[in-house]
Every structure is written in C-alpha cells, then in structure tokens.
C-alpha cells in the first residue's frame, strides 16, 4: 500500500527564514506523480507542484523549491525568505497506480500547519 | 465557471439524518473526484467519475455513502443516516481529462459536515 509521511506536525517560523517541509512516501509503483497542495484556512487546496518519478531534477519557482531523491523516497518543500501570506497547511502526495494502469488517486499525508509571524 | 464549487459550505445534522452535498465541477471537465478530509487529516478519496460514469467507488466507507453524476456535469454526494464518525469536510475537485496526471486537479472550498 501507499503511504505518505510529513513528520512535521507543525512548524513556526519568523518572517524571512527560510523553511523546509518534510515529505518521505511508500511506493512499489515504478511510475508515479508527486504533488504539493497549499491548504490555506478557506478550505480549497491549491496545486502548488507536479513531479514525475523519471523526473529528480530539483525545481525552482519563485521562493519555492522541491528536492526530489529517489534514492531517500524523499520530496522536501523549501521556502525561502517566508511571508505571512505562506502560513498555511501543507499536503505531500503520491499517485496510485490501479490495476488498470491508471493513476488518478491520490494519497495524501497528514499535512505540516506552518506559521510565519510577523 | 471558473473554479469548482461546493454547496453548502456548511451543515449540519442530528444524527440518523439523510445529507446531500453538491459539486459543480469546472465546465467542461470530464473527471470528477470526491475527498473526505477529517479533522486534523489530509484527504481521503472517496469516488472518482469519469462524465457519468463512476468508475471508482472504493473509498466509499459503507454503503450509506452513495455518490452521483448523471449528466456528467453537476455531482451529488449523499450521505444516509448520518453518523458522528461522518463529521468531516468533503472536497469535489475536477479534471480536464481522463484520470488526472497529466491535466491536475482542481479542488472546491469544501463542505463541512457537523453530525451532531
């Protein structure tokens, strides 16, 4: 089965540091996606990042960055100088590949509540 | 329209009682998910439709969850006799195509559902 673990329960930082939000998974899939979703306190969840299992090269947007290793199970989610406008809760998760061969579940981990104060 | 939308975006019931959820996908989109996310949790799929058809029901938690779509467009999520253990928020999302990978989903605000 397929798991996701974001061991930070939750995380207070002051404004400007930089963060960094842990995502380890279980996978005996060969093929799967990986995708960051932002939770902020209205409810919806907003798709922050796609990652491909034959795809480790580390991305970049903005003050946001991924580092994917395989080699770990591991996708790591960087903030740099941090905002207020980031607290949020955050949701690591896993593609599920069905018998079928299709992959439109997804598994989530419990997601890490980051506080940025001012 | 734009964004995919949820009614209501709260209720409540006494136990033993019946609840509909609503999900307006995006227009246009052919894939429709429904999550239950509980307190504290991160989401948990529930179904998955593809235009009408629900190809995916294993999430459903028993047989008094039962999910539709029979247009292919507007989906309803209905819960019968409503237990405490159901208290959760319910999020649709929708997606371009077939399954989701290559076109992402795109998640409502949710329903809060209290059973009391």
């Known amino acids: 089965a397929q798991k996701v673990t974001q061991a930070q329960t939750e995380i207070s930082v002051v404004e400007k540091e930089d963060v960094t939000l842990d995502c380890v998974y279980e996978t005996r899939d060969t093929t799967y996606y990986l995708f960051w979703y932002k939770q902020p306190p209205s409810g919806e969840l907003v798709f922050l990042i796609r990652?491909?299992?034959?795809?480790?090269q580390n991305e970049i947007s903005g003050r946001y960055s991924w580092n994917f290793q395989k080699s770990t199970s591991s996708f790591n989610f960087t903030i740099t100088a941090s905002q207020v406008v980031d607290s949020a809760v955050y949701f690591c998760?896993?593609?599920?590949?069905?018998?079928?061969?299709?992959?439109?579940?997804?598994?989530f981990g419990k997601g890490t509540l980051l506080t940025v104060n001012p | 329209g734009a964004g995919v939308s949820q009614s209501p975006r709260y209720k409540v019931a006494k136990r033993g009682q019946d609840v509909a959820l609503r999900c307006d996908p995006i227009?246009?989109?052919?894939?429709l998910f429904w999550y239950q996310q509980a307190l504290g949790q991160g989401p948990e799929f529930l179904t998955y439709f593809q235009n009408e058809a629900q190809l995916d029901k294993s999430g459903l938690p028993s047989d008094r969850f039962f999910a539709e779509r029979p247009e292919g467009s507007v989906s309803t999520l209905k819960i019968q006799r409503t237990q405490q253990e159901d208290s959760a928020v319910y999020l649709c999302?929708?997606?371009?195509?077939?399954?989701?990978?290559?076109?992402?989903?795109?998640f409502g605000s949710g329903t809060r559902l209290t059973v009391v």
């Open positions: 998760a896993l593609s599920e590949t069905n018998s079928g061969g299709s992959n439109y579940k997804l598994t």
């Open positions: 990652r491909n299992s034959f795809d480790e």
């Open positions: 999302a929708s997606s371009l195509g077939p399954g989701a990978l290559n076109y992402g989903y795109t």
């Open positions: 227009s246009g989109h052919v894939s």
